[in-house]
């Protein structure tokens, strides 16, 4: 199982970290994902990284803003969050693949294999 957590509230312009742990296991997975979903909104990538090599990928969204990495040691996954506006405000889900990777980033839903429950992120103006 994957749990989320770190949300909060912050205000626009802040900072926050999200991690993702991999309760009762440590990680075997490919790579993890950081996800988010704003009200009324469709769920959406934000960020990737692979377990071995630790290569990351972003959205356009969030580049030069977040930060993926990971601590192999703690099977976590981190998402520091800067520069926050409103519409980063979501419930951020961490999902893990356990396919391979294939040489390339995966950054849709169904390329993942489990899922966390998320953490609410809300960022005021």
């Known amino acids: 199982q994957l749990q989320a957590s770190g949300g909060g509230l912050v205000q626009a312009g802040g900072s926050l970290s999200v991690s993702c742990a991999a309760s009762?296991?440590?990680?075997?997975?490919?790579?993890v994902g950081w996800f988010r979903q704003a009200p009324g909104k469709e769920r959406e990538f934000v960020a990737t990284?692979?377990?071995?090599?630790?290569?990351?990928y972003y959205a356009d969204s969030v580049k030069g803003r977040f930060t993926i990495s990971r601590d192999k040691a703690k099977s976590t996954v981190y998402l520091e969050m800067h520069s926050l506006k409103p519409e980063d405000t979501a419930v951020y889900y961490c999902?893990?693949?356990?396919?391979?990777?294939?040489?390339?980033?995966?950054?849709?839903?169904?390329?993942?294999?489990?899922w966390g429950q998320g953490t609410l992120v809300t960022v005021s103006s």
């Open positions: 999902a893990a693949r356990d396919r391979l990777l294939y040489g390339r980033f995966w950054y849709s839903g169904p390329d993942y294999d489990y």
């Open positions: 990284i692979t377990w071995s090599a630790g290569s990351t």
């Open positions: 009762g296991r440590t990680f075997s997975s490919s790579a």
